[in-house]
């Protein structure tokens, strides 16, 4: 590994009420891994029905508990613990108790990191907004996500959450 550093970009944004906070750039190692510490308040749901092609990512509980629903299977991530939301599976999570969620979440590749950056400059996102729409579909589309807007209601209805 080279001796030089390399500068990176650091953010600190918020997506609706999901933080992300870049920790470790991809840049700043041979590995191409990001680290983003994320927080999300109590009943919260974080993302839509997501999936993605390139990268897997580890997220690793700091503080609260974490639900997980990746292939319509539920899992309760408590403090301490980790979970893995592999490539091409669909899975969102949320913040189902009381307490605020705190985790990191390791992106490998780490290219994926630098989406919450650029969608936080879209949010709040309004449905009716065709301009910034067709803006996060071409972020989705350029990072190779997908993503079911449309599973949102449904998901807070069922789990008593908010986004």
């Known amino acids: 590994m080279s001796?030089?550093?390399t500068p990176s970009a650091k953010y600190d944004v918020t997506i609706g009420k999901l933080g992300?906070?870049?920790?470790?750039?991809r840049t700043e190692n041979e590995a191409n891994v990001a680290i983003v510490e994320h927080t999300l308040p109590p009943h919260t749901l974080a993302a839509p029905l997501h999936r993605h092609?390139?990268?897997?990512?580890i997220s690793y509980v700091l503080d609260g508990e974490m639900t997980v629903l990746a292939d319509d299977e539920l899992t309760t991530v408590p403090a301490h613990e980790s979970v893995v939301k592999g490539r091409e599976v669909w899975h969102t999570f949320w913040n189902a108790g009381d307490e605020p969620l705190r985790f990191l979440e390791i992106i490998a590749p780490g290219e994926f990191s630098e989406f919450f950056e650029e969608i936080s400059r879209l949010y709040?996102?309004?449905?009716?907004?065709?301009?910034?729409?067709?803006r996060f579909a071409e972020i989705c589309e350029r990072y190779d996500f997908e993503a079911d807007l449309e599973?949102?209601?449904?998901?807070?209805?069922e789990h008593d959450l908010h986004v």
Do not use: F, G, I, Y
């Open 3 to 5: 001796s030089q550093v």
């Open 20 to 25: 992300a906070r870049l920790n470790t750039s």
């Open 53 to 57: 092609s390139r990268e897997d990512e």
């Open 124 to 134: 709040p996102l309004d449905p009716a907004d065709e301009e910034a729409l067709a």
């Open 151 to 157: 599973s949102v209601p449904k998901l807070c209805q």
